[in-house]
């Protein structure tokens, strides 16, 4: 049964206050996205995503223009970006949160392929992750960039400011997104270490048992 726009504004809000509250986001930081028919809602800008209005966040068109509420964040073209790579996806969630920003500004990584396989619930929720290089915030590069990368990875690092991840709604993309803030620690954590890493095997497998966005039939990871 398919969600009202009400619906869906009360779940933005929801959400938000909960990222917020638990520190996954701070002060005016980070922004939510959710396609629908005939357009989009945004969270606006400069507001903070514990605090959220559901009657404030932005109407968009289908092309980007505001139609009611208040002014739509302006990183909102990530989001468009993103999601028109990925029409299997219908949310987007972005954060600065503290691991996933810290591997972002990590050198001699693997831009294709971030983080290694350190959990099969990374692999169920995330796949690989992308980086894209830096620029700076609200620069549209970074749109250049997402379309480079959208349509292979649902999780994607931008350089030196952090995590952006799509799904195909937005309790989905909220879950993918604390699931690649808790690999990113223990990716930190694991610094100096030698950890025992999921084979390609392994990896083969729980690809193959939890195929992400797709399969409706297929198991449920949690």
């Excluded at 954590?189 to 195929?211: D, I, W």
Aim: with cysteine; aromatic share 6%; glycine share 6%.
């Amino acid at each position: 049964m398919s969600q009202t726009e009400q619906e869906i504004r009360e779940q933005i809000s929801y959400f938000g206050r909960s990222i917020f509250d638990r520190g996954l986001t701070a002060g005016s930081s980070g922004n939510i996205s959710v396609r629908l028919s005939d357009g989009w809602l945004m969270t606006p800008t400069n507001c903070c995503l514990g605090n959220l209005d559901p009657a404030d966040i932005s109407r968009l068109d289908e092309k980007g223009n505001l139609l009611s509420g208040n002014k739509p964040s302006k990183e909102f073209f990530l989001h468009q970006a993103f999601l028109s790579q990925r029409p299997q996806d219908n949310a987007v969630v972005h954060l600065h949160s503290t691991y996933a920003t810290a591997v972002a500004c990590l050198p001699n990584v693997d831009s294709h392929d971030v983080l290694p396989a350190i959990t099969p619930y990374s692999i169920m929720r995330l796949g690989k992750v992308a980086l894209t290089p830096y620029h700076p915030p609200g620069d549209k590069k970074l749109g250049d960039e997402i379309i480079k990368v959208g349509a292979s990875h649902n999780a994607v690092l931008l350089a030196n400011h952090g995590p952006i991840v799509s799904a195909k709604n937005l309790e989905a993309a909220v879950y993918a997104s604390e699931e690649l803030e808790e690999t990113c620690k223990l990716f930190m954590v694991l610094q100096g270490h030698s950890p025992r890493l999921l084979t390609e095997a392994q990896v083969s497998e729980l690809n193959t048992k939890f195929p992400k966005n797709g399969d409706e039939n297929a198991k449920s990871c949690c």
